[in-house]
């Protein structure tokens, strides 16, 4: 009973933000993920990946980061991926309800490409470039077979940093309300485990992120 009070309580307040406060969108001034670095110290990504068209409908990005980067003195070993997906807006056109832009949530759509999420936590982040440090992140172990994955991702958007879904709706509605914004964006590090070693993929993660981070401010505003 309580659940359903609170869901109806959640609608009621999303309906109210979106038809009485204010309707015009405002768009902060950005740079394009194109002129994204691929190089930097002691990695580099050595193509940009594209999404096929299929899947950015689904995704629902207006610009896209995607890249592997590997070690420079190494043409093998682990690479990790770095995935940031910028929504310039996540809702619908007349201002009600979100729309097929609005973040997907990666713990949803992970189990439709065959992984399985065999453990789930957070961890602080403490990176120049966030807008709030220390930040909590959320912290993932995937598995699909044989393979084992470990990801860092969360949602980086108008001066937040947020893991957790019921947060980033709050902030959205909030945000709308208060500052007429609801761009958005969704920041993620992905890393194979070599022979399940969790601790050496950690630190190369934590090492692009490291410095793919303090970049972020120029294609995510704050």
């Not at 420079?72 to 979100?98: F, P």
């Not at 789930?120 to 077979?145: F, H, M, Q, Y």
């Not at 208060?178 to 964006?185: E, F, H, K």
Request: net charge neutral; with cysteine.
């Amino acid at each position: 009973m309580i659940r359903i009070l609170a869901a109806a309580m959640f609608l009621a307040l999303n309906a109210y933000v979106y038809h009485y406060f204010a309707r015009t969108e405002l768009h902060s001034p950005r740079e394009s993920f194109d002129s994204f670095p691929l190089e930097l110290e002691g990695w580099v990504c050595d193509e940009r990946q594209t999404i096929p068209p299929d899947i950015g409908d689904v995704l629902g990005a207006s610009d896209v980061f995607l890249c592997d980067f590997r070690r420079v003195e190494k043409k093998s070993g682990a690479l990790v991926n770095v995935y940031v997906g910028y929504h310039e807006t996540q809702i619908r056109k007349g201002g009600g309800g979100l729309s097929r832009s609005a973040i997907h949530l990666p713990k949803h759509c992970l189990p439709g490409a065959g992984w399985d999420v065999i453990k789930t936590g957070t961890v602080e982040l403490d990176l120049p470039g966030l807008p709030e440090r220390p930040a909590s992140v959320n912290r993932i172990v995937i598995a699909k077979g044989n393979q084992r994955q470990l990801s860092y991702y969360w949602y980086q958007s108008r001066g937040h940093v947020v893991a957790a879904d019921y947060a980033k709706m709050v902030h959205l509605f909030w945000d709308r309300a208060t500052l007429s914004r609801t761009d958005g964006s969704l920041v993620r590090f992905s890393v194979q485990m070599v022979r399940k070693d969790e601790e050496s993929a950690e630190a190369d993660l934590r090492e692009v992120a490291s410095q793919v981070v303090p970049l972020l401010p120029l294609y995510v505003p704050e």
